[in-house]
């Protein structure tokens, strides 16, 4: 028994190989776990669950199949997928999931999120973070034709990469003592997320609790995954 989690996969039409990839993982490596948790911006950008753009609805057969097949599928969102709603996780055969989540993975306590919220050296991300993730702004955002969404959303997309280039690699990190805080408020489990594509294994000591801490790689250039089972957790590159 064992379960599989990525993250970051920013699936987009620009990037066909790594559609082929998630489609191969989907077919030939998650089938065997018990459940697959995806832990934000599987999509590159998501516009809304009426977007019928062929990568969408090809990611969410695939992801049904799998679950039809036995394997519980998880969705969270990330910063780019953050209107991701019901319709989408049914078409995935999907459960979406509150970010942060505990869980009890193979009987160790451990706690999901996409990570986002813990780069709090990122005052300016922070405050989008909080306006993009405001219900009242999201039914604003969603009641525009899906091309003009589909427009602001690109030019979201290149704004961000624009400012990426002025900010510090410190940052756009998590920030140690928000990592600190929630491993505290939640009993001092193991956390695993993604977001910041530096795919590690740290060690947090908090008020002497050691903390294992797992950051799931992006697939940008190549997928990749964890594998976790009551032994632990392993690392894996496609
Ligand atoms: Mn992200």
């Known amino acids: 028994m064992h379960t599989l989690l990525i993250s970051d996969l920013h699936l987009a039409p620009e990037r066909p190989q790594i559609t082929s990839q998630f489609l191969e993982f989907i077919r030939g490596i998650a089938p065997q776990a018990q459940a697959l948790y995806v832990l934000g911006d599987l999509f590159e950008y998501w516009a809304g669950d009426d977007d019928d753009d062929a990568l969408g609805l090809q990611a969410a057969a695939a992801l049904a199949g799998l679950a039809a097949n036995g394997t519980r599928v998880f969705l969270m ?3 780019r997928d953050v209107l991701m709603g019901g319709l989408l996780a ?3 055969g999907a459960t979406l999931l509150d970010d942060p ?17 813990l780069c709090t050296g990122d005052a300016d991300y922070q405050r989008f973070r909080a306006y993009a993730r405001d219900p009242g702004n999201q039914t604003k955002f969603l009641a525009q034709p899906l091309a003009a969404r589909r427009e602001q959303m690109l030019g979201m997309r290149a704004q961000s990469e624009a400012s990426k280039q002025q900010k510090s690699e410190t940052i756009m990190d998590v920030t140690p003592a928000a990592v600190e805080d929630l491993l505290r408020r939640h009993g001092y489990p193991r956390l695993i997320h993604g977001h910041t594509h530096r795919p590690a294994r740290h060690l947090h000591v908090v008020d002497g609790r050691s903390c294992e801490r797992w950051v799931l790689n992006d697939w940008y250039e190549r997928g990749g995954y964890l594998r976790c089972d009551a032994a632990g957790c392993t690392m894996h590159r496609l």
Request: aromatic share 0%.
């Open 77 to 79: 969102h990330g910063n």
């Open 90 to 92: 049914q078409r995935c």
């Open 101 to 117: 989540l505990l869980i009890n993975l193979h009987g160790a306590p451990t706690l999901l999120s996409h990570g986002d919220a």
